[in-house]
């Protein structure tokens, strides 16, 4: 019932993409069929977030109505919730959706300013007046302002009067020092007992905090800690420990708005293979992200990356009247426009924009996939099959994966399993089972050597197809052994890779190659669930054979002590019934029909006391 009202608020398209959304933090708007922004919206979770309008009943008929009205979804993903509430906020200014409930003030976050006047204060202000002085900020956090505000109060004491601090004024002794001098939190700049020269200073160190320099004023603070403690003023080094520590939490400002960024375009591109390239456009003006969008170029003639972008640049400049006078752009292009300047940002700002673009780049041709790979089920193992072609430097895709196992108990009824996968999928007509015939004990390498040995020595004799990769579960040491074998006695080439695990005895990374390189698995990548499944079929399928071997064994040892039970009827009741408990517990006239009466009771007398 709740898939049918889903469906019924979704058409296939719509589904396509919330089933695709990331799950991080972003914001997402929604279009009418005229292509209008009739809605925008934060969330930290924008998968949950957007899918939550379509799967449930919504008291609000506002709501409801909204449903109804959209055809079609775009969103931008960020680095963290602060940061989609900011570019929530800008786009609200900016498209003024029907549905969004406007705020009546207008209501901005707050800046702090460091006034243009001698002797500048530091204020917080809601408001950017040009020339009134150097803003820094806005920021979402409120209550991590006042923080800094509080910090720069005790490093620096600044003056918070309004005076007219000229050096006309100063001379002929227009003042007299107030509260705020006597109690140490000015210097009393205003009677001339602090120079412009000391102020000025004061001011350079605040302009470094504010502009981001945290980890340079940290160390410099953290030194003088260090000496005022060894000069055994422990007062004052106490008093700059809480700084210090005040200033380590400080968070720098967010890379979504920022005052100083303006008029400026940045673009990146992601490569889809040969048939097409994915650029994203972001345009920033008075410091705030107000343009996002990302489409897709088709290749017609193997045009380089660099080609793509461009002719994205020119078309989407074109396209949305961009009068920006900087781009922003990940390499160099060969492209000149009159006026503009081109920025390769390595850090800072900008780069964290250039950084922004290219996550939301990437998400986009990651959607993308995702939708083409629902219709067309394959497509998603052919890109898996690059991606491990890519990371193991393979000749060729691996098509046929196998993969081997041991089990044994302390050194008893040693067995080994050998498992394919044919195009990701298991291969179930393929899978082989090993009884251990040249080891004596428990040794791992040995037996897997053996069952290497006689797997693909078969394989070569009878001219059949060889795997596109081996994938071994014991790490180095196991991959070494069938590389031994495989390379030295057997004069066969076969990539070889290895699973390792964590310290908790978990998968967590692929081993390639001689020495063997370390490749990371992220949890929940469809690499690491591919790696897991065939980890854990190749084990549950060595497991079962140990287990059924053992049982055989068992019960072969128990019937061979039974007086009047030959080989024939021995082998009837382990065909039929797999263990002792099972023959235990089986019906006596099922046993009767099964080997007879006289056996039958033979039977049920002997295996009472087992």
């Known amino acids: 019932m ?212 945290i980890q340079e004023i940290s160390k410099e603070i953290y030194e003088e800690m260090k000496r005022l403690s060894i000069d055994l003023k422990f007062e004052d ?43 994203n456009y972001l345009h920033i003006t008075k410091g705030a992200i107000n343009q996002a969008f990302t489409f897709e170029y088709q290749k017609r003639l193997n045009e380089s990356k660099e080609e793509l972008l461009a002719l994205g640049i020119v078309e989407m400049r074109e396209r949305y009247k961009s009068q920006a006078e900087e781009i922003i752009i990940p390499f160099p292009i060969d492209l000149e426009l009159k006026d503009i300047v081109q920025s390769i940002p390595q850090r800072g700002d900008k780069k964290k924009l250039l950084e922004l673009s290219l996550m939301n780049v990437k998400q986009y041709k990651l959607d993308r996939l995702k939708q083409a790979e629902k219709l067309n089920p394959e497509q998603r193992g052919v890109r898996l099959m690059k991606e491990i072609q890519a990371l193991l430097h393979l000749d060729k895709l691996p098509i046929r994966i196998e993969s081997f196992d041991n089990s044994n108990i302390q050194g008893s009824d040693a067995v080994a399993a050998c498992i394919v996968f044919e195009k990701l999928k298991p291969c179930k007509k393929e899978y082989r089972k090993y009884n251990i015939k040249t080891v004596i004990g428990a040794d791992d390498y040995a037996s897997m050597a053996e069952v290497v040995r006689r797997r693909y020595g078969r394989l070569k004799e009878e001219n059949s197809p060889l795997p596109d990769l081996i994938i071994t579960d014991g790490g180095a040491g196991q991959m070494e052994i069938v590389r031994k074998v495989i390379e030295d006695e057997l004069n066969l080439k076969i990539p070889i890779a290895g699973l390792a695990k964590d310290g908790r005895h978990r998968t967590s ?31 549950r399928f060595a497991i079962t054979f140990h287990r059924d071997k053992r049982s055989k064994h068992q019960i072969t040892s128990v019937l061979d002590n039974i007086k009047g039970i030959g080989e024939k009827t021995k082998n009837t009741l382990l065909k039929k019934y797999k263990s002792v408990n099972r023959i235990k517990s089986a019906e006596e006239k099922e046993l009767i029909e099964l080997i007879g009466i006289a056996k039958t009771k033979i039977i049920k007398e002997e295996l009472k006391g087992e």
């Open 509 to 539: 990374k692929l081993l390639f190659g001689f020495p063997p390189a370390t490749i990371g698995l992220k949890q929940n990548s469809a690499m690491f669930k591919l790696m897991e499944t065939i980890q854990n079929e190749v084990h």
């Open 2 to 213: 709740k898939n049918e009202k889903i469906t019924n608020r979704m058409n296939e398209y719509l589904r396509g993409i919330v089933m695709n959304l990331p799950e991080g933090p972003g914001v997402y708007q929604y279009l009418n069929e005229k292509g209008t922004i009739i809605y925008v919206g934060k969330a930290k979770n924008l998968k949950r977030r957007v899918y939550s309008y379509f799967s449930k009943d919504h008291d609000s008929f506002k709501t409801k109505l909204l449903v109804t009205k959209i055809v079609d979804i775009r969103y931008i993903v960020v680095n963290s919730e602060e940061d989609a509430l900011l570019l929530e906020n800008n786009l609200i200014k900016k498209y003024k959706p029907h549905y969004n409930v406007l705020l009546k003030d207008d209501k901005t976050y707050p800046s702090l300013c460091i006034t243009n006047e001698a002797f500048p204060k530091v204020i917080k202000t809601r408001q950017i007046i040009k020339n009134r002085g150097t803003y820094y900020g806005p920021y979402s956090n409120v209550g991590m302002m006042y923080v800094l505000l509080d910090l720069i109060k005790h490093l620096y004491p600044l003056r918070t009067c309004n005076l007219n601090l000229s050096k006309e004024n100063i001379q002929k002794g227009k003042f007299k020092v107030c509260l705020e001098y006597h109690i140490g939190n000015c210097k009393g700049p205003c009677v001339g007992k602090q120079s412009t020269e000391d102020y000025s200073k004061n001011i350079e160190e605040i302009k470094r905090i504010l502009g981001g320099e």
């Open 237 to 279: 080094a106490e008093i700059l420990k809480r700084r210090y520590l005040l200033l380590e939490k400080y968070r720098s400002k967010s890379e979504i708005v920022n005052p100083s960024l303006h008029n400026i375009d940045v673009f990146t591109i992601e490569e889809n293979g040969n048939k097409s390239a994915f650029i």
